[in-house]
C-alpha cells in the first residue's frame, strides 16, 4: 500500500513538473512570436518607404513597381509576415542598406563587443550590489546603508550618457587614466587577429602583454559607467528582499539563541532570497545588453548599440529591425532562464 501510494505520489510530482515546463516553453513561444510581429508591424508602420531608399527619388513607376514585387510589399501582410518569420528561421534578416552587407553578418561582428561590455559591466555591478546590498542589511540606518540607498539613487537618477561623457572629460582628458573612447589604440586595432570577437580574450591571445594592458585601458571606463546602472537596482532590489526577510520570525528565534548578526544574515538570510537574487542578475544583465545603446555611442564602442544607433539615423529599417529582434530575444531568453533556474533552486517556488 505504501509503495503503491509512493509512485501514484511520484507520477503526480512528474506530470506537474512536465505541465510547469510545456507551460513555460509554450509562454516563451508566444512571447517571441509576439516580438517577431512587433518588429514585422515596425517596418509598416516607419514612414520611410524602402522602395525608395533602393530605387532612389527619380524611380520610374516600372521601376518602382519593379522593386516593390522583389520586395514583396506587393503581397498581402499575412503573407508578408509568413515569409519573414521563414526568413528568420534560415537565419535571414535582410541586406543592409547602410553596409549592403547581411543584417546577420553585421550581427555576428558586433554582437561580442557588446557581450563583452555587458558582461564585465554586470560582473563588476553584481559584485559591488551584493556587497553594498549585504552591508547595508547588516546594519540597517546606518551610514553604509544611507551610503548605498544614495547610490542606488545616483544610479538610477543620473543619465548614463551623460556619465560617459563626464567620465571621458575626467578620466580621459584631464587625469590620463583611460585610454579613451573605442576598444583599441590605432597602432593595435589593425594587428590584432579577431578569433572570438572578444578584444580582451583575442589580446591575451595575441601573447602581446602591451596590447592587453591596451584593451583594459579602453574597456574599464565604460564598464564602470554601464555597470553603475546595474548595481544600482542590484543593491536596491537586494536591500529591500534581505530586509524584509530579516523581520521573518526564524531569525528573530536565531538572534535569542544567541546567533550573530553577520552569521544570521549569510547562513540563513542571504540563501533564502536566492530566488530574488537570480531574477535580479538576469534582469539586470538583459538591461545592459539593452541599454548598452548610449554607452557604444559615447565611447564609440563598436557593438550592437553604436550599430543599431548608426541604423536609426540612417533609417536602416532591416538593420532597425535586427539589431531590435537579437535584444529582446536576449532579454525574453533570460528572463525565460531566471524563471528556470529559481524553479530549480527554491522550492517554495513549485
Same mark, same amino acid.
Given at each position: 500500500?505504501?509503495?503503491?501510494?509512493?509512485?501514484?505520489?511520484?507520477?503526480?510530482?512528474?506530470?506537474?513538473?512536465?505541465?510547469?515546463?510545456?507551460?513555460?516553453?509554450?509562454?516563451?513561444?508566444?512571447?517571441?512570436?509576439?516580438?517577431?510581429? =512587433?518588429?514585422?508591424?515596425?517596418? &509598416?508602420?516607419?514612414?520611410?518607404?524602402?522602395?525608395? %531608399?533602393?530605387?532612389?527619388? &527619380?524611380?520610374?513607376?516600372?521601376?518602382?513597381? %519593379?522593386?516593390?514585387?522583389?520586395?514583396?510589399?506587393?503581397?498581402?501582410?499575412?503573407?508578408?509576415?509568413?515569409?519573414?518569420?521563414? &526568413?528568420?528561421?534560415?537565419?535571414?534578416?535582410?541586406?543592409?542598406?547602410?553596409? +549592403? %552587407? $547581411?543584417?546577420?553578418?553585421?550581427?555576428?561582428?558586433?554582437?561580442?563587443?557588446?557581450?563583452?561590455? $555587458?558582461?564585465?559591466?554586470?560582473?563588476?555591478?553584481?559584485?559591488?550590489?551584493? !556587497?553594498?546590498?549585504?552591508?547595508?542589511?547588516?546594519?540597517? @540606518?546606518?551610514?553604509?546603508?544611507?551610503?548605498?540607498?544614495?547610490?542606488?539613487?545616483?544610479?538610477?537618477?543620473?543619465?548614463?550618457?551623460?556619465?560617459?561623457?563626464?567620465?571621458?572629460?575626467? =578620466?580621459?582628458?584631464?587625469? &590620463?587614466?583611460?585610454?579613451?573612447?573605442?576598444?583599441?589604440?590605432?597602432?593595435?586595432?589593425?594587428?590584432?587577429?579577431?578569433?572570438?570577437?572578444?578584444?580582451?580574450?583575442?589580446?591575451?591571445?595575441? @601573447?602581446?602583454?602591451?596590447?592587453?594592458?591596451?584593451?583594459?585601458?579602453?574597456?574599464? !571606463?565604460?564598464?564602470?559607467?554601464?555597470?553603475?546602472?546595474?548595481?544600482?537596482?542590484?543593491?536596491?532590489?537586494?536591500? $529591500?528582499?534581505?530586509?524584509?526577510?530579516?523581520?521573518?520570525?526564524?531569525?528573530?528565534? $536565531?538572534?535569542?539563541?544567541?546567533? @550573530?548578526?553577520?552569521?544570521?544574515?549569510?547562513?540563513?538570510?542571504?540563501? +533564502?532570497?536566492?530566488?530574488?537574487?537570480?531574477?535580479?542578475?538576469?534582469?539586470?544583465?538583459?538591461?545592459?545588453?539593452?541599454?548598452?545603446?548610449?554607452?557604444?555611442?559615447?565611447?564609440?564602442?563598436?557593438?550592437?548599440?553604436?550599430?543599431? *544607433?548608426?541604423?536609426? =539615423?540612417?533609417?536602416?529599417?532591416?538593420?532597425?529591425?535586427?539589431? *531590435?529582434?537579437?535584444?529582446?530575444?536576449? =532579454?525574453? *531568453?533570460?528572463?525565460?532562464?531566471?524563471?528556470?533556474?529559481?524553479?530549480?533552486?527554491?522550492?517554495?517556488?513549485?
Amino acid at each position: 500500500m505504501t509503495a503503491s501510494v509512493s509512485q501514484a505520489g511520484s507520477a503526480r510530482l512528474f506530470w506537474l513538473r512536465s505541465g510547469r515546463l510545456f507551460t513555460g516553453l509554450a509562454s516563451l513561444a508566444v512571447t517571441l512570436l509576439g516580438l517577431l510581429a =512587433f518588429t514585422f508591424m515596425l517596418s &509598416h508602420l516607419s514612414p520611410v518607404d524602402p522602395v525608395l %531608399q533602393i530605387a532612389g527619388d &527619380h524611380a520610374s513607376e516600372s521601376t518602382y513597381a %519593379q522593386v516593390r514585387h522583389d520586395l514583396g510589399l506587393d503581397e498581402s501582410l499575412p503573407m508578408q509576415f509568413w515569409h519573414y518569420v521563414t &526568413h528568420l528561421a534560415t537565419g535571414d534578416l535582410g541586406i543592409s542598406r547602410l553596409t +549592403n %552587407q $547581411a543584417v546577420s553578418s553585421d550581427l555576428l561582428r558586433t554582437f561580442p563587443a557588446t557581450i563583452e561590455l $555587458a558582461t564585465c559591466a554586470m560582473i563588476f555591478g553584481a559584485l559591488s550590489g551584493i !556587497l553594498l546590498a549585504l552591508l547595508a542589511a547588516w546594519k540597517p @540606518g546606518s551610514l553604509v546603508d544611507n551610503l548605498a540607498r544614495l547610490i542606488s539613487l545616483l544610479g538610477y537618477s543620473v543619465p548614463v550618457f551623460w556619465l560617459g561623457l563626464l567620465g571621458l572629460l575626467l =578620466f580621459y582628458a584631464v587625469l &590620463h587614466w583611460s585610454a579613451g573612447p573605442g576598444r583599441l589604440d590605432d597602432i593595435w586595432i589593425y594587428t590584432l587577429e579577431p578569433k572570438t570577437g572578444l578584444v580582451l580574450v583575442d589580446s591575451w591571445l595575441s @601573447g602581446d602583454p602591451e596590447m592587453f594592458r591596451n584593451a583594459v585601458a579602453h574597456l574599464w !571606463l565604460p564598464v564602470v559607467v554601464l555597470g553603475l546602472l546595474a548595481m544600482a537596482g542590484i543593491t536596491r532590489l537586494l536591500r $529591500a528582499a534581505l530586509l524584509e526577510e530579516s523581520g521573518k520570525e526564524y531569525v528573530t528565534l $536565531a538572534r535569542a539563541k544567541g546567533a @550573530g548578526r553577520g552569521r544570521i544574515l549569510l547562513l540563513h538570510v542571504f540563501p +533564502n532570497v536566492r530566488g530574488t537574487l537570480i531574477t535580479v542578475l538576469a534582469l539586470s544583465y538583459a538591461t545592459l545588453l539593452e541599454g548598452s545603446v548610449l554607452t557604444e555611442t559615447v565611447f564609440a564602442w563598436p557593438g550592437v548599440g553604436r550599430y543599431m *544607433t548608426t541604423a536609426l =539615423f540612417a533609417s536602416d529599417t532591416p538593420a532597425i529591425l535586427g539589431s *531590435t529582434l537579437l535584444i529582446g530575444g536576449c =532579454f525574453i *531568453t533570460l528572463n525565460a532562464l531566471a524563471d528556470a533556474l529559481t524553479w530549480l533552486t527554491d522550492p517554495r517556488t513549485r
